[in-house]
């Protein structure tokens, strides 16, 4: 089992421009999770998504949006990027509300 | 408010000293605490949760509802422990598994 992957590591995006993370995860996991990770704050969390088709807002979903089309997968997408969205982002999965969480191993996103 | 106080951004011992680390709550209900800790370029993995009672690599964790707290501890510290570790609640309502973090400490184990 490969667990969550993230695609892709790195990045590096100009004001304006837009992406989309990729979260897999191969556990047949029901809930998924997108977090942003910055120095001194935490992670917070930013969307969530507790089973395919549907998804939810989190702490800090301005400038964001996701999809769950795929159980498998949980996409985060930035559509107009902005210097503040430069972070560390990880997604999560888990079988179900308060079970463990098994984390990505992140993507790190520089805006300019 | 629901929220995760770690007040120390970084703690620095020695190995074979005792460790605390902090973590203090806000949270209307019962609570349901983790610790995860994130080792130098791995990702971050659950290391133990109130509920198990359990002790994991050394580590305890006893939740304090009277002082709202979840400190982390462990009698004898090894370099290996050096890491950020997260103290996580999980909030919102009970079907959702959202974990609202604490800001997270780097433990430095020196040798």
């Known amino acids: 089992n490969a667990g969550v992957t993230q695609t892709p590591k790195f990045r590096v995006l100009k004001t304006g421009q837009s992406m989309t993370l990729l979260c897999a995860q191969d556990m047949n996991h029901e809930y998924m999770y997108w977090y942003r990770q910055d120095p001194g704050m935490g992670l917070r969390l930013i969307h969530y998504s507790v089973g395919e088709g549907t998804t939810a807002k989190g702490e800090v979903p301005d400038g964001y949006n996701v999809s769950r089309l795929k159980k498998q997968n949980f996409l985060l997408g930035l559509e107009s990027a902005a210097p503040s969205q430069t972070s560390v982002y990880f997604c999560?999965?888990?079988?179900?509300?308060?079970?463990?969480?098994?984390f990505g191993p992140g993507t790190r996103l520089t805006v300019t | 408010a629901q929220r995760v106080t770690q007040p120390e951004k970084l703690l620095s011992v020695f190995k074979g000293a005792p460790v605390e680390l902090k973590c203090n709550y806000s949270?209307?209900?019962?609570?349901?605490l983790f610790w995860y800790v994130q080792y130098s370029r791995q990702r971050l993995q659950l290391l133990l949760r109130h509920i198990s009672r359990e002790s994991i690599k050394g580590f305890t964790a006893d939740l304090n509802k009277g002082e709202t707290s979840f400190h982390l501890k462990k009698p004898f510290a090894q370099e290996e422990d050096s890491a950020m570790y997260y103290c996580?609640?999980?909030?919102?309502?009970?079907?959702?598994?959202?974990?609202?973090f604490g800001q997270g400490t780097t433990l430095q184990v020196k040798p």
């Open positions: 949270y209307s209900g019962s609570p349901e």
């Open positions: 999560a999965s888990s079988r179900s509300q308060g079970r463990e969480q098994y």
């Open positions: 996580a609640l999980k909030g919102g309502s009970s079907n959702t598994g959202k974990l609202i």
